[in-house]
C-alpha cells in the first residue's frame, strides 16, 4: 500500500500559523530559509535551527508526522556529514585506521548539516498550515509565473496517480512471476514496465488537457479562498524577517 506525503494534512489545525496570511506567510519564511542556508557561522545557525523548531511547536504540527518525513532525508544528510568530516582538508585532530577527520571538516559538515535541517523543519510550518490549493493561490497572487505554478500543481496532483499507476504494473508484473534480481533479464523488464508508465501518462495527459479545455479553463487557479491580510500579519511577516536579517548581523559582527 502506496503512503502519500499529504504535507498538507494538518492544515485545519488552529494556530498563530495557520491564521497567518498565506502571502506573508511564503515570503516571510522563504526569507527566513534563505536566511539560514547562506549563515556561514556556525553559532549563528543553531540559533536559526533553535528558532525553526520554535516556528514548528508553534504551528502545533504533530513532531511524529514532521520525524516520519524527515528520516529518509536525514539519512542522506547525515551521510553527507561523514564524508565531509573525513574528506574535507584541514588540521587532523583524530584518526581511525586510514581515514583522518579535520577540524575543518567536522566544523564545515556541521554548518551545512544544521543549516539543512533548519530549512527542512521551516518547510512543515510554512506549507503544512493550509491548504495545498490555498498555497497555489497564493503564489499566483505573489506573481510567480504561472506555468511555473501551473507545473507544480499539476506534479503535486497527479504525482500520486502515477504511483497508483506503477503500483499496478508492478502487481501485474509480480502475478506473472516477475522476481526483482540483479540480472540483465530483471533490468530489461523494469525498463519496459517503465516505458509503459511513460506511455500511459502521456495518454492521461492528452486527457485531462482535452477535459479542462472543454471546461474552460484558463490557467488561473480559483479556489473558495480570499485573502485578508490585516496588521497582525504584517507585523508577524516583518518580525520573521527581521530575525533573518540579525541572523546575518550577529554572524558579521562577531556578536555571538
Request: with cysteine; glycine share 6%.
Amino acid at each position: 500500500m502506496i503512503e502519500y506525503p499529504e504535507i498538507d494534512r494538518y492544515a485545519s489545525l488552529d494556530s498563530p500559523l495557520h491564521r497567518f496570511d498565506p502571502r506573508a506567510k511564503l515570503i516571510a519564511f522563504l526569507s527566513l530559509i534563505f536566511s539560514i542556508v547562506l549563515v556561514p557561522d556556525l553559532k549563528v545557525a543553531f540559533i536559526g535551527l533553535l528558532f525553526a523548531v520554535f516556528m514548528l511547536i508553534l504551528s502545533r504540527i504533530p513532531l511524529t508526522f514532521v520525524f516520519h518525513y524527515l528520516e529518509w532525508v536525514a539519512i542522506f544528510i547525515l551521510s553527507f556529514f561523514v564524508i565531509l568530516i573525513f574528506t574535507f582538508p584541514g588540521e587532523e585532530i583524530a584518526r581511525f585506521y586510514l581515514l583522518s577527520i579535520t577540524a575543518e571538516g567536522l566544523y564545515t559538515g556541521s554548518l551545512i548539516t544544521v543549516r539543512a535541517f533548519s530549512a527542512l523543519i521551516l518547510i512543515f510550518p510554512m506549507i503544512g498550515t493550509m491548504r495545498f490549493d490555498t498555497t497555489i493561490k497564493a503564489l499566483y497572487r505573489l506573481r510567480v509565473p504561472g506555468s511555473l505554478v501551473q507545473m507544480l500543481m499539476f506534479t503535486y496532483r497527479y504525482i500520486f496517480v502515477l504511483m497508483d499507476e506503477f503500483q499496478s504494473i508492478w502487481t501485474a508484473m509480480e502475478s506473472r512471476g516477475f522476481q526483482l534480481r540483479s540480472n540483465f533479464y530483471a533490468l530489461s523488464t523494469i525498463g519496459k514496465a517503465l516505458g509503459m508508465l511513460f506511455v500511459r501518462s502521456y495518454e492521461r495527459a492528452e486527457r485531462v488537457y482535452q477535459a479542462m479545455c472543454s471546461r474552460g479553463y484558463t490557467g488561473n487557479p480559483r479556489t473558495l479562498v480570499e485573502f485578508d491580510i490585516r496588521m497582525k500579519d504584517y507585523l508577524l511577516a516583518v518580525s520573521i524577517m527581521g530575525f533573518a536579517v540579525s541572523l546575518h548581523i550577529a554572524s558579521f559582527t562577531g556578536v555571538i
